[in-house]
């Protein structure tokens, strides 16, 4: 109310008093969380008012770089400063352990919009982990021979095993001993390996029976080392057998009489064996004089019999030694590096001594030709053998070829049994050296032109084609591969080249089809002249089942002879295929292959058959070859 001093006056208002604003309260306990583990942060928030908590601020005390922290959506979150989270993203907050056992004093605060609660601080606890736990059983070793000591390891945490420990209680010069690599430990002292050496340990048995008390330990370097583990290692006296008294070098002593237990030494336990002699890098003399005494014993040590010659050929010696791709290699010796025992074991077991194909050849020259991996089968997707496979390619080889087209059309099986498929992309391929099988291994590469096609002998399409069959490609180059080997008769050269050993497509241009035909077949071979032999010889030798071939007439250093413009390629091996009786005339195989071709100067097509009359031959063959 108000007066003027003459009159009253009145107005109306409403006073509200306002309830005081009460700041939110957090309220946390300690907590626990293991390493490296991520929990959320465990706390409550209450207000007295009901307000609605909008923010929160975070604070973790501890920098240390191995203690716990908080992340925000996977974030790690810096120690030492405050950090803020809004409500809807209070889910993403997360603390995680440290990598070792530590605590961190967090704070944590609510706003509600108008005043912030006050700091709680609690702590959250980073556990100690878990100690690795080894166990073991006790072992036996034979006497001086190298085992693995078995024993296992298990960590509740998870954790990586970083580091082992050993002991070797029996210092006895006759007991059994722990090696590194090769090398020997002393007894009586706890020796350490980081986890990547664990795989060159090895427990070697004593020279007489006894028993090694041995202990293990390990540590995953974060929380410690495991108990030692306590177990024995007993050395069994054996019966000195075949490998106890021939073989001195415990490595191969122990992995041959292992790999002989089903009482041969296959093409694998070979290789095994010869990569295993080289410790410390060099063929030492004992490894050497153990090699040669592994493959020279027929009486107890069993091999199939490529795997004796291939490995004789390593350990003895042998002329396709001599080099190695085109460089200079030498047998093997004591104190040959292990580069050159690979380099061996490369060549008669993996067929990697490819051989030369750069050069000028009868039918054209190869000069941008490289080895590439030929798809197909070895005999086609029917797994059939004929003589119609057969089509030459730049190499004047007509006389090996003509060989295998024989062996194909009337021993196919001899085919079949000349290669061995190793089941590793090579295969072993069978020779005879006057009547006694020889070896040599070769891989699926063969020479390939820029574009694709062999530049040799065909086998369907071009190198990457899945229908190739292969037969005839490979073992015309295992041909040249074991002309290497320097029992294959060769010649020099009107150009002054001694093809005798050379480990090239160009060391087996040109030769004699009864010899070779010999060494696919190991049936022995003649040549006759036609003019002095008769028709019935011939087809009576075909009826017997015999190999036959024909060799043209050559032509005069005037580029003339009988078979210029004729059907018949000039100085050229042809092999019979058949014989009709109601004609009278011979069945001849090109080995240009069926579709024939062309001879350089000649105009006339010359078919990839034949058939001729007796006399008709005499006109254009001067001699005939016969086998078996």
Not at 124 to 134: H, K
Not at 331 to 342: C, M, V, W, Y
Not at 451 to 475: C, I, Q
Not at 496 to 525: E, F, M, R, V
Request: net charge negative; hydrophobic share 30%.
């Amino acid at each position: 109310w108000a007066s003027d001093g003459q009159t009253w006056g009145s107005q109306s208002a409403t006073i509200t008093t306002q309830k005081v604003n009460q700041v939110p309260v957090v309220s946390a306990s300690d907590q626990t969380v293991r390493r490296n583990q991520s929990i959320q942060p465990s706390f409550s928030v209450t207000d007295a008012d009901g307000d609605k908590i909008t923010q929160y601020a975070f604070y973790d005390g501890n920098t240390s770089t191995t203690s716990g922290y908080f992340t925000v959506n996977g974030v790690k979150q810096a120690a030492g400063q405050t950090f803020y989270v809004d409500a809807d993203k209070l889910g993403t907050v997360s603390f995680v352990g440290g990598s070792s056992t530590t605590s961190d004093t967090v704070y944590t605060g609510a706003y509600d919009g108008n005043a912030w609660s006050s700091w709680k601080d609690y702590k959250v606890q980073t556990q100690g982990g878990s100690n690795p736990v080894v166990t073991a059983s006790d072992q036996t070793v034979n006497a001086n021979e190298s085992m693995k000591p078995s024993f296992s390891v298990t960590d509740a945490d998870g954790d990586k095993i970083t580091r082992y420990a050993f002991y070797d209680g029996n210092t006895s010069t006759t007991s059994g001993y722990f090696t590194v690599n090769g090398i020997k430990q002393t007894a009586g002292q706890t020796f350490y390996l980081d986890a990547n050496q664990l795989d060159t340990l090895r427990f070697v048995g004593g020279t007489v029976a006894g028993v090694d008390a041995v202990s293990v330990a390990v540590s995953d370097g974060v929380d410690g080392w495991s108990n030692q583990k306590q177990f024995n290692i007993s050395t069994k006296s054996v019966v000195a057998d075949w490998f106890e008294q021939n073989i001195k070098d415990l490595a191969i002593r122990s992995l041959a009489r292992s790999r002989f237990q089903d009482g041969l030494l296959d093409r694998r336990d070979m290789i095994d064996i010869f990569t295993n002699a080289k410790d410390g890098g060099v063929v030492d003399a004992n490894e050497f004089a153990d090699l040669k005494t592994l493959t020279s014993n027929t009486n107890y040590i069993q091999m199939p019999e490529y795997v004796r010659v291939l490995s004789t050929k390593i350990s003895q010696g042998n002329p396709s030694n001599n080099s190695y791709q085109g460089s200079y290699l030498g047998k093997l010796q004591a104190g040959s590096s292990a580069e050159h025992l690979d380099k061996l074991i490369n060549e008669h077991f993996l067929g990697k001594d490819r051989p030369l194909p750069i050069g000028e050849y009868s039918y054209g020259s190869a000069t941008n030709v490289v080895y590439r991996y030929a798809e197909g089968n070895l005999f086609g997707n029917n797994n059939d053998i004929s003589y119609e496979d057969v089509k030459q390619g730049a190499i004047g080889d007509c006389y090996y070829l003509a060989s295998l087209a024989a062996v194909a059309q009337k021993t196919p099986n001899l085919i079949r049994d000349m290669f061995i498929d190793n089941g590793d992309g090579t295969y072993t391929v069978r020779f005879f050296n006057e009547g006694k099988a020889d070896y040599v291994t070769v891989d699926r590469y063969l020479p390939t032109q820029s574009n694709g096609a062999l530049p040799f002998a065909k086998v369907g399409g071009k190198y990457d084609d899945s229908a190739n069959e292969l037969w005839v490609a490979l073992a015309e180059k295992a041909y040249a591969q074991m002309n290497e080997a320097g029992w294959i008769p060769r010649y020099t050269t009107k150009e002054g080249i001694n093809l005798h050993g050379l480990n090239s497509y160009q060391g087996i241009q040109g030769g004699w089809t009864d010899q070779a035909t010999a060494q696919i077949s190991g049936k022995s071979g003649n040549s006759y002249f036609i003019q002095s032999s008769t028709s019935n010889q011939v087809i009576d030798a075909f009826n017997a089942d015999k190999l036959i071939a024909f060799s043209s007439f050559g032509l005069n250093s005037s580029g003339q002879g009988p078979t210029k413009n004729s059907p018949v390629v000039s100085s050229h091996a042809y092999t019979m295929v058949g014989y009709n009786q109601a004609t009278g005339q011979f069945k001849l195989f090109n080995p240009w292959g069926l579709s024939g071709g062309y001879e350089s100067g000649d105009s006339t097509f010359k078919p990839g058959i034949l058939e001729m009359t007796w006399n008709q031959l005499k006109a254009y063959f001067d001699s005939w070859k016969v086998n078996g």
